[in-house]
């Protein structure tokens, strides 16, 4: 019986996975600002409508549970549904469609951050029905006493999502690196 060759998991050629991992750079540096309310990024503004969809339909999912829970889900909604894309990649091997799903995991996290630390000021426009839409993180840190933290609370969330987004930069420099000296070892022909 033969050996079976595996085949690659990168199976493209190397300069794809350059470039594609320089567009990766690009969203990072473009998810570091990212604002919903007045964004010309149709790729993150895309991402974001997906996610807006997955936060309220996390609401709806959950309505039945008390009322704190309930407001918490929307946002555990958003960033449960990127780390699902993420852990899908993987499952699928799919290592390098991972960065991309760790820069969404960081877009998410971002919006929750900034969501949060609006809970007291309440600048961002907020959509929902009837005429008065109530501020989830607001509310619930409201009943837990933790108002006054939601700047560091929510700038927390955004610097884990940046640190995230970081590694997932990291792993697809990783993954080429390891393309390249599987390439170089390919092109040495034994004598």
Same mark, same amino acid.
């Given at each position: 019986?033969?050996?079976?060759?595996?085949?690659?998991?990168?199976?493209?050629?190397?300069?794809?996975?350059?470039?594609?991992?320089?567009?990766?750079?690009?969203?990072?540096?473009?998810?570091?600002?990212?604002?919903?309310?007045?964004?010309?990024?149709?790729?993150?503004?895309?991402?974001?409508?997906?996610?807006?969809?997955?936060?309220?339909?996390?609401?709806?999912?959950?309505?039945?549970?008390?009322?704190?829970?309930?407001?918490?889900?929307?946002?555990?909604?958003?960033?449960?549904?990127?780390?699902?894309?993420?852990?899908?990649?993987?499952?699928?091997? &799919?290592?390098? &469609?991972?960065?991309?799903?760790?820069?969404?995991?960081?877009?998410?996290?971002?919006?929750?951050?900034?969501?949060?630390?609006?809970?007291?000021?309440?600048?961002?426009?907020?959509?929902?029905?009837?005429?008065?839409?109530?501020?989830?993180?607001?509310?619930?840190?409201?009943?837990?006493?933790?108002?006054?933290?939601?700047?560091?609370?929510?700038?927390?969330?955004?610097?884990?999502?940046?640190?995230?987004?970081?590694?997932?930069?990291?792993?697809?420099?990783?993954?080429?690196?390891?393309?390249?000296?599987?390439?170089?070892?390919?092109?040495?022909?034994?004598?």
């Amino acid at each position: 019986m033969q050996p079976t060759k595996e085949k690659s998991i990168m199976s493209l050629p190397l300069w794809v996975y350059i470039v594609g991992w320089a567009c990766f750079l690009y969203l990072f540096i473009q998810i570091l600002s990212f604002r919903a309310e007045d964004s010309s990024n149709i790729l993150l503004s895309g991402l974001y409508f997906i996610e807006f969809g997955v936060h309220e339909a996390s609401h709806i999912i959950v309505a039945f549970l008390p009322q704190i829970l309930v407001a918490a889900a929307g946002s555990v909604g958003e960033i449960g549904f990127t780390v699902l894309i993420l852990y899908a990649t993987i499952k699928g091997k &799919a290592y390098f &469609a991972g960065v991309f799903a760790g820069l969404w995991i960081m877009l998410a996290m971002n919006n929750v951050g900034r969501y949060m630390a609006d809970a007291r000021s309440q600048l961002l426009p907020l959509i929902g029905p009837g005429e008065t839409v109530q501020h989830d993180w607001h509310y619930v840190f409201g009943q837990l006493g933790w108002l006054n933290a939601d700047t560091a609370i929510g700038g927390t969330v955004r610097g884990l999502g940046i640190m995230i987004g970081v590694v997932a930069l990291g792993w697809g420099l990783y993954l080429i690196i390891m393309k390249m000296t599987d390439s170089s070892r390919a092109s040495v022909v034994p004598h």
